[in-house]
């Protein structure tokens, strides 16, 4: 009788063992995330988290340039997560919160402009071209 309890006891500190690596291992993967950047695919001088994966791609489009990347952990409705948002601002851009709608934001630098969306375990670097202006000169008569 008294052996059995001892492997109860045993079982359940076993138990709680096996618990508490699986949530130091889930707690130290999600936050990794969040450490360590590297820039874009569309735009090198935004940063992306390294653990993000590139899943969709649309380069060399007239209009726009995008890469959609899979990260888990990442909420739509509870937008940019705080130390992803201190990462853009340490590497020099800046939220125009004025552009900004739903859960798209809108950031610049210089004269480079990005658009960042938050989805459900994903989100998409957007980086619009810029419009060229063609310039007509017209013909100068000769006196």
């Not at 076993?14 to 569309?42: D, H, P, R």
């Not at 992803?84 to 552009?99: D, F, L, N």
Request: proline residues 3%; hydrophobic residues 30%; neutral net charge.
């Amino acid at each position: 009788m008294r052996q059995r309890g001892i492997r109860y006891s045993l079982c359940f500190m076993l138990g709680v063992l096996m618990l508490s690596v699986v949530v130091t291992g889930c707690t130290t993967a999600e936050s990794s995330s969040w450490t360590s950047f590297t820039g874009s695919s569309v735009e090198k001088s935004f940063p992306v988290p390294k653990e993000a994966k590139r899943t969709e791609t649309a380069l060399n489009n007239s209009k726009m340039d995008y890469m959609h990347y899979s990260l888990n952990g990442l909420h739509e409705s509870e937008g940019v997560p705080e130390e992803y948002e201190k990462a853009i601002t340490q590497w020099g851009w800046e939220e125009k919160t004025e552009e900004s709608t739903g859960t798209t934001r809108v950031y610049k630098k210089d004269k480079l402009t990005v658009q960042l969306t938050i989805h459900d375990n994903s989100f998409t670097v957007l980086v619009p071209k810029q419009q060229s202006k063609a310039i007509i000169q017209g013909l100068e008569s000769s006196p």
